[in-house]
């Protein structure tokens, strides 16, 4: 028999190691982004002053999260020092709420902003229930949602036209009622466990480490991140700022009671359309896509573009001026592609790429208390 030549050997232990080396990257991703792993939350719960409830916020936290909470007198008592923690690993920003902060330059904060909610767009509520193919009207909600083709018919997007009275109908619901990495569901089930009118996937938070996660008024994470972050605040403003710009301390003084990490920022501070994003080429060409906007505090809206099929997705400049020309004054890139789905009365109404995929998370719009 004859001895294996120095090449063949080589060539083997290549093999071997190239094998090795999958079966290794195998494991890595089982263990970061398949298996579900919790992860120790900051757990600062932020209490809504607007609340017209005597708990305050409708939406009970989960006590493993109250690791940190505020007082009845909006006081911060931090038991853990995660809020210490969370100053060491985020930046600090100056601008006040409202709209897109982009340049760094501050925004003054209307005088509609602390108005309360229950007492705008009275005209858009019912005193029951009512529900059509497309529509749902109670004395907290006003939804309705209707699909739309652009004019050269490539596209379809679904519009999700939304008013709140009370802005804990403006709900995040976290995969498996679990924060941590590897928990998915799909956003129908997310939507029926939180008896959810409306729908959408989120940031898909559980796919990284980094940036802010708030829901439901309980600070998760606020790990420093290049992305933007798009924050909604108890008194129905939202904001969308770079990530080095969020402050924790800002954050709990201004009333957070949803953050996101994902974007970019969809409007300049002007409310304008973008044509230039800091994203990659992949990111920016045409896919389907996942967004939310803002008109003003209590009025909000959500958008799914189908993409990959029938309709061919929009570009991020397109998605952009589409939110320019609805008028709102800041809007937000949510996860895309394949979670890219809007759920209207427990079912599905868009053409969800590749059928769809499970999610960490999901935005809800649900009667306040489910």
Same mark, same amino acid.
């Given at each position: 028999m004859k001895a294996s030549s120095p090449g063949r050997m080589l060539a083997k232990r290549l093999a071997l190691d190239i094998v090795l080396c999958g079966l290794a990257l195998v494991v890595f991703a089982l263990f970061h982004h398949v298996l579900p792993r919790s992860q120790e939350p900051l757990g600062i719960v932020i209490t809504n002053p607007y609340s017209t409830t005597d708990s305050g916020s409708s939406a009970v936290p989960d006590e493993r999260y109250l690791l940190a909470y505020s007082g009845a007198d909006g006081t911060v008592s931090d038991t853990g020092g995660t809020l210490k923690a969370a100053r060491g690993r985020m930046g600090g920003g100056t601008s006040e709420k409202g709209g897109s902060a982009l340049t760094g330059e501050e925004q003054q904060v209307e005088a509609e902003a602390s108005t309360p909610l229950a007492?705008?767009? $009275? +005209?858009?509520?019912?005193?029951?229930?009512?529900?059509?193919? #497309?529509?749902?009207? %109670?004395p907290d909600i006003s939804v309705e949602v209707t699909e739309h083709t652009t004019e050269n018919g490539r596209v379809t997007y679904y519009l999700a036209d939304i008013y709140v009275?009370?802005?804990?109908?403006?709900?995040?619901?976290?995969?498996?009622?679990?924060?941590?990495?590897?928990?998915?569901?799909?956003?129908?089930?997310?939507?029926?466990?939180?008896?959810?009118?409306?729908?959408?996937?989120?940031?898909?938070y559980g796919n990284t480490r980094e940036g802010v996660v708030i829901r439901n008024g309980i600070i998760y994470r606020?790990?420093?991140?290049?992305?933007?972050?798009?924050?909604?605040?108890?008194?129905?403003?939202m904001r969308v700022m770079p990530g080095s710009a969020f402050s924790v301390e800002e954050a709990i003084e201004d009333g957070a009671w949803q953050a996101w990490t994902f974007g970019p920022a969809l409007l300049? $501070? +002007?409310?304008?359309?973008?044509?230039?994003?800091?994203?990659? #080429?992949?990111?920016? %060409?045409?896919?389907?896509?996942?967004?939310?906007?803002?008109?003003?505090?209590?009025?909000?809206?959500?958008?799914?573009v189908d993409g990959r099929g029938e309709s061919a997705g929009i570009t991020l400049p397109d998605l952009s001026q589409?939110?320019?020309?609805?008028?709102?004054?800041?809007?937000?890139?949510?996860?895309?592609?394949?979670?890219?789905?809007?759920?209207?009365?427990?079912?599905?109404?868009?053409?969800?790429?590749?059928?769809?995929?499970?999610?960490?998370?999901?935005?809800?719009i649900t009667e306040a208390g489910q």
């Open positions: 007492e705008k767009f $009275a +005209d858009k509520y019912s005193e029951e229930v009512v529900v059509t193919g #497309n529509s749902y009207t %109670s009275r009370d802005i804990t109908c403006f709900q995040s619901a976290l995969a498996g009622g679990s924060y941590g990495s590897g928990f998915r569901d799909e956003i129908t089930d997310m939507a029926q466990s939180s008896s959810a009118i409306l729908a959408v996937n989120g940031d898909y606020a790990n420093a991140t290049d992305c933007d972050v798009c924050v909604l605040y108890y008194d129905g403003t300049d $501070a +002007d409310g304008g359309a973008l044509t230039q994003f800091s994203s990659s #080429n992949r990111i920016i %060409s045409s896919n389907p896509r996942t967004a939310i906007g803002y008109w003003e505090p209590g009025h909000y809206c959500m958008v799914v589409l939110f320019a020309e609805l008028g709102c004054k800041a809007a937000y890139n949510l996860d895309g592609g394949n979670s890219s789905v809007m759920v209207w009365q427990n079912e599905i109404i868009n053409q969800p790429s590749g059928g769809g995929r499970a999610s960490s998370d999901a935005l809800l």
